[in-house]
């Protein structure tokens, strides 16, 4: 599941009564090992959990009956410490070795730990630029398929400007070598009066989501609009396939409204004086550059080697749009889901909110079918 800083939702009450007969809490409040903010999720080879607490910087590991064992990792700038803990995500690599990276401002290389906690080695990235890696997959002989971020140029607008954000797929070699792309975008993300910062995110920009469906191909969805590209590790563009959702909704100007008046309260809330510098921009961008709302939120392969579609969340409907494929991309379950939902080897993962509105992650052992378990959590079930 591809979640750095995890969106948490809220579910719906009649669903949240009955996962709650059926599902464990990860890293309760006030028990060993308590989650206060989880991230990234995922189950290790050895059978144990593994998830990211952006709080305290940690990686905290669990037995398969989520009780908690160790924790790895921890805020440092030393190899096997994170340098920025809010930009982490982690995988396993063939061998089962732990690895984690860090985005902008964090450690310039993948730091591979093995899965008692030790330090194994780190790959030092060969590249001169100025990056963050946002997310990465293990490949066979040691290489890493890399989602680099970099930093971008500005377009000067009549009275602000816009910055943009190259993304860009490479393989990393176990060397650090840095290969070419294999996808690349360049979208608008930032507003500011100044070209040197004092900046604030745009609304509805496209995303940029992509896993592994082999070890020769990878997914791309930019969430404009219901299609998903397999690509080659050489960048070839291989195939198209159909997300099994609808497409995306138009950008109106009443969202636009109440994306500004969202981002006025909020900033105005923490810091009044900077809205008034700098944050007062937001009424100058009465237009959207982009005209669709993303309708992805995530892409998965499952250990089946189905394909899950996460649609973006809806709040009016407290649930999002999800679906499974094949590898060939035959709709095999559609279901509309009260939360974020991953499927691993012997887990169906629930993120999710508690009550109070505190982040909390639920767990459920597998019955092993995809669509069974995906169904099992349909909305309203």
Known sequence: MKIILTAIF??????RAALAQQAAVLGAPGTPGELAYPGHVQEGPDGNIYAYDAVDAFIKVYSPRGEFLRR?????????????????????????????????????????MK?????DSVVKIDHPSSFGIAEAAALPEGRFLAEFHFSGSQDKEKDYYLYKSPI???LVGRDGAVGPEVKATEH??????????????????????????DDRTVLFADG???????IGLDGRPLRTLASGLEGPEKVRGRDLDAWREERKSAVRARDPDW???????????????????????????????????????????????????DSDGRLLARADVPGSVSLTRDFIFIIASDEEGNAEVRFLKRSGDDRTDLLKFKAGS
């Not at 892409?299 to 394909?307: K, R």
Request: charged residues 25%.
């Open 188 to 213: 608008r993300t930032r507003i500011s009066y100044r070209p040197d910062g004092a900046d604030t995110e745009l609304p509805f920009i496209p995303r940029f989501l992509w896993c592994l469906l």
């Open 72 to 112: 790895m990792g921890g805020e440092g700038q030393g190899p096997g410490e994170i340098a920025r803990r809010d930009g982490v995500s982690f995988g396993f690599t063939r061998d089962g070795r732990l690895f984690f990276t860090e985005y902008f401002r964090g450690h310039r290389w993948i730091t591979l």
């Open 10 to 15: 809220l579910l719906a009450a009649p669903f």
């Open 224 to 230: 404009t609009g219901p299609a998903i590209e397999v």
């Open 275 to 325: 809205y008034s510098r700098f944050g007062s921009v937001i009424e100058k961008y009465t237009r959207s550059i982009y005209s669709v709302k993303p309708m992805f939120d995530d892409l998965a392969v499952t250990p089946s080697g189905n394909i899950l579609v996460s649609g973006a969340w809806r709040p009016e409907k407290r649930s999002r749009p999800c679906a499974l494929l």
């Open 168 to 170: 860009s797929l490479r």
């Open 115 to 119: 899965l008692s906690g030790e330090l």
